[in-house]
């Protein structure tokens, strides 16, 4: 969580210094531009909502608690939201959709950029509401995608605008190479998931007084008190046994922990996942945890065996040197006694090769 954090503050770093770059001196000469000097989301007057359905007919609808935005003198519209906040009322749920749909140990923060042209809403002041069909880019886990939305722009007054979706926005997971999260998030929930989801947005932005105002309100936003009562979601301190478990649950699920071929040295790309076990594990702090390895069934069984221990204790000395004490986790090895699934196909086999955590007895 608190990598994660660190990638929307160092986000917000650049936004700050993208508001200093706009007090250049051409950035005088477009004052008179409609968006001068420069617009920053109210988050208290602002809403992002996005609508999933399970089991063909249940819908549910969540929420992120921490998203930022701007538009700079050019009307180029950018919103950033950390995925971290995922509201869904159910921490449980937070949780599963944090590590196993939006990995956001891997992408932190969904990107949407829009450039506003400036001719389209020159008439606003007089028609105050526009509804506009224009091109915007959403950046979300790892895919670059150019899309379309019917928005509707307000002026509310001359010092703030509403820029609201008109029609729900269909992200279809496919796009996204969301699909393998979503099979994910269906075995952990025992739940069927229609794979596409909509979106809706109700967006305030208000208008900085002046340059200096732009970039205050830019640094306010570094420093999180631009952000108001909007922040992730879950709270500092210990979990309870029960959120420890269930996060323990969800952490094994993943997969996403990898080693060379045949071999127990830890892949690169398992760190940060690896940082984020170690930070849960560590709000645990009176439970004992268990590492355990597990192999498919190809080559010899002790040979798999051997392997799944070296895997097991490969992620244990990982934790250790992450800060978690030695004497509150173990590991086992149980080779290929457990599959999750047939050893018939590569999917299946990858599926079978994993490590799991769990609390043990002291």
């Known amino acids: 969580m608190q990598k994660n954090r660190n990638a929307f503050s160092n986000y917000l770093k650049r936004a700050a210094l993208a508001g200093v770059m706009c007090m250049s001196p051409q950035f005088a ?31 549910e609808f969540s929420t992120f608690a921490t998203y930022i935005g701007s538009i700079d003198e050019t009307g180029l519209a950018n919103v950033r939201v950390l995925l971290d906040s995922v509201d869904t009322k159910v921490d449980l749920r937070n949780v599963r959709m944090r590590f196993l749909l939006f990995e956001t140990f891997r992408f932190p923060e969904a990107v949407v950029t829009m450039q506003i042209d400036p001719d389209v809403i020159a008439d606003l002041p007089n028609a105050r509401r526009k509804v506009v069909t224009m091109p915007y880019t959403i950046a979300l886990h790892g895919v670059t995608s150019e899309r379309e939305a019917e928005i509707a722009i307000t002026l509310l007054d001359d010092n703030r605008v509403s820029v609201t979706s008109n029609t729900p926005i269909s992200l279809p997971l496919t796009d996204f190479n969301l699909m393998e999260g979503m099979y994910k998030l269906e075995e952990a929930a025992k739940v069927d998931i229609i794979p596409s989801a909509t979106v809706t947005f109700d967006f305030t932005f208000d208008r900085a007084e002046t340059p200096q105002g732009f970039r205050t309100a830019m640094a306010e936003l570094v420093n999180g008190t631009g952000l108001g009562a909007q922040a992730a979601l879950e709270a500092d301190g210990d979990f309870s046994l029960e959120a420890c478990k269930g996060r323990l649950e969800v952490l094994s699920l993943t997969n996403r922990i990898t080693f060379g071929s045949n071999s127990a040295a830890l892949a690169g790309d398992s760190a940060d996942f690896l940082n984020s076990i170690a930070d849960i594990i560590s709000r645990c702090p009176e439970l004992n945890i268990q590492v355990a390895g597990h192999t498919d069934s190809d080559g010899d069984a002790r040979y798999n065996q051997t392997l799944s221990e070296a895997r097991a204790n490969a992620v244990l000395s990982y934790l250790v040197q992450a800060g978690i004490e030695a004497d509150r986790v173990q590991s086992v090895g149980l080779g290929e006694a457990e599959p999750l699934a047939p050893n018939d196909t590569a999917e299946n086999k990858r599926r079978n090769r994993r490590i799991e955590f769990s609390v043990v007895d002291a």
Do not use: H, I, Y
């Not at 004052?31 to 007919?57: H, I, Y």
């Open 29 to 59: 000469s477009a004052q008179d531009s409609a968006f001068s000097p420069g617009w920053v989301m109210n988050n208290d007057a602002s809403a992002l909502r996005f609508q999933s359905v399970k089991n063909e007919t249940k819908v």
